[in-house]
């Protein structure tokens, strides 16, 4: 079937879900493409293309038919040769769409695999369903079809391919994960690694695409605004996380969330 430049062959937003099938003749740079981290579930269907995508510190090459699952928080970006047209379907929903009873799976899973015959009938399925249905008939047949691919990863094995692990990135990752809610900083973090100041900066900064500090800051926001959405004052949350003023974390959580800090609580 014969694409247009920047076709969306569907795309579907309501209540937490945001689904598209996504096709990019010559691919320019895009926000959807560059370093970003947001609060809910994502999931790429790779269907064509050359693309190099990483989630935190893990490089993998997307074959046709490989998914990326993205879990709320999670740093990640895609570097794509733009003479290669690229196609695929991205699943966006939040978590208050996912029972309960599966939460724990999910949060556990991996980052990259290669999907069965039967996801991939699946994601192929979300076509027709957009063509054939509207209103509550459509967010219901999504729905449900979004639970089913997510009943699957669940049981799917990781790639067979090996994602690429940078060790350095992958310890300093971790230290910042196990200390989060520890005041970080560039001097300390080298001091534990027994590395220079430029040289964990310049490391950092060629493999993730944004500083360390930055980096610290963002993950720390990410992890007060989920306390937040589950009911914590924004003062107490920002004090969790090492912000002593609270005007400097507000500004810095309306620039990583694109919202002010609320204590509302998302409707289920």
Request: proline share 4%; charged share 25%.
């Amino acid at each position: 079937m014969p694409f247009a430049e920047g076709d969306i062959m569907f795309a579907y937003k309501k209540d937490g879900m945001d689904f598209a099938h996504k096709y990019d003749e010559h691919p320019a740079p895009a926000p959807d493409y560059e370093k970003h981290y947001h609060d809910f579930f994502e999931i790429l269907y790779f269907v064509q293309g050359d693309a190099d995508f990483t989630v935190e510190d893990s490089v993998y090459k997307l074959h046709s038919g490989d998914i990326v699952f993205i879990q709320p928080g999670e740093h990640h970006h895609v570097v794509l040769n733009r003479k290669v047209s690229y196609e695929r379907y991205v699943l966006k929903f939040s978590e208050s769409l996912i029972p309960k009873y599966m939460f724990g799976r999910i949060r556990s899973r991996a980052s990259f695999y290669n999907a069965s015959k039967g996801m991939s009938a699946l994601f192929g399925g979300l076509d027709d369903i957009y063509e054939k249905y509207s209103g509550d008939d459509l967010e219901t047949l999504f729905t449900c079809r979004m639970l089913e691919l997510m009943i699957m990863l669940c049981l799917e094995p990781e790639a067979n391919k090996t994602a690429v692990h940078d060790n350095t990135i992958t310890q300093i990752i971790n230290y910042i994960s196990e200390n989060i809610r520890e005041q970080i900083t560039l001097p300390a973090i080298c001091e534990q690694f027994h590395f220079s100041q430029s040289y964990i900066s310049n490391k950092f900064s060629r493999h993730m695409k944004v500083s360390v500090i930055s980096y610290v800051r963002t993950k720390k926001i990410m992890a007060a605004h989920r306390e937040i959405m589950q009911g914590e004052k924004a003062t107490d949350a920002a004090e969790h996380y090492g912000f002593t003023d609270y005007s400097t974390f507000y500004r810095a959580y309306v620039k990583v969330m694109g919202f002010p800090p609320s204590t509302r609580i998302p409707e289920k």
